[in-house]
């Protein structure tokens, strides 16, 4: 059983067009960040979002966490092809080390 | 500062050689936890140490086995690899600490060993 999952698996847009992907869960989290990764490479943090209901700006990134704290949302402006990649949330729990991860979304820019 | 480095970067084995991977954390993080990713599954938590205790594992056979040494560098080895072991491991060092309201998990990752099994 997946614990996070992510929806789409997969998005292909033009540039200049807006998106929004999402990653809900039945579980509640501590914590929940969003990563991005591009092929060959580990993941690169984006944003953690902590507390319920709270929404984090970065340039065109917007995140949201839910007030429940078990569903999170990426909505990307303007898309560009340099946001291309595979966009994974990932839930933490308490004080244990590791992160659960959903399946990703892999995001295409075209221009 | 520098990152979390992974090496080798890339490895081909043949079914039932065993495997060592490295990974070197970011200085002053005591956590470190490896994953492993394919395209069905995505990433896959193996296993965490912190201090060189393991302090969580994941649902993978003994095969997988993993260490931590006083430096906080890390390594895991696969033994008798199977063809169903080729993927991209990856290796986190985490920062961890309370954060507003929220004890929270930040992974920093490497950028991986690709492991090919033949």
């Known amino acids: 059983t997946q614990l996070l999952e992510q929806s789409p698996q997969f998005l292909s847009i033009q540039e200049g067009e807006n998106l929004t992907v999402y990653c809900n869960s039945s579980?509640?989290?501590?914590?929940l960040q969003w990563y991005r990764q591009e092929p060959g490479e580990g993941p690169v943090l984006l944003v953690t979002?902590?507390?319920?209901?709270e929404v984090k700006k970065l340039k065109r990134l917007t995140f949201q966490f839910g007030d429940a704290r078990k569903d999170s949302s990426l909505h990307i402006t303007a898309a560009q092809t340099g946001d291309t990649g595979l966009y994974l949330c990932?839930?933490?729990?308490?004080?244990?080390?590791?992160?659960?991860f959903g399946k990703g979304t892999k995001l295409s820019v075209k221009p | 500062k520098a990152g979390v480095t992974q090496t080798p970067r890339y490895l081909i084995k043949t079914r039932g050689q065993q495997v060592t991977l490295s990974c070197s954390p970011i200085?002053?993080?005591?956590?470190v936890s490896w994953y492993q990713q394919t395209p069905g599954q995505g990433l896959q938590f193996l296993f965490e140490?912190?201090?060189?205790?393991?302090?969580n594992k994941g649902n993978f056979p003994g095969r997988f086995s993993g260490r931590q040494f006083s430096n906080s560098r890390s390594e895991m080895n696969v033994s008798t690899l199977e063809l169903g072991d080729s993927a991209l491991y990856l290796c986190?060092?985490?920062?961890?600490?309370?954060?507003?309201?929220?004890?929270?998990?930040?992974?920093?990752f490497g950028q991986g060993t690709r492991l090919t099994v033949v």
């Open positions: 140490y912190f201090s060189e205790t393991q302090r």
């Open positions: 579980s509640v989290f501590s914590s």
């Open positions: 986190a060092s985490s920062l961890q600490g309370p954060l507003n309201r929220g004890w929270v998990t930040e992974a920093f």
């Open positions: 990932a839930g933490g729990r308490g004080s244990q080390g590791n992160l659960i």
């Open positions: 979002v902590v507390t319920g209901g």
């Open positions: 200085s002053g993080h005591r956590s």
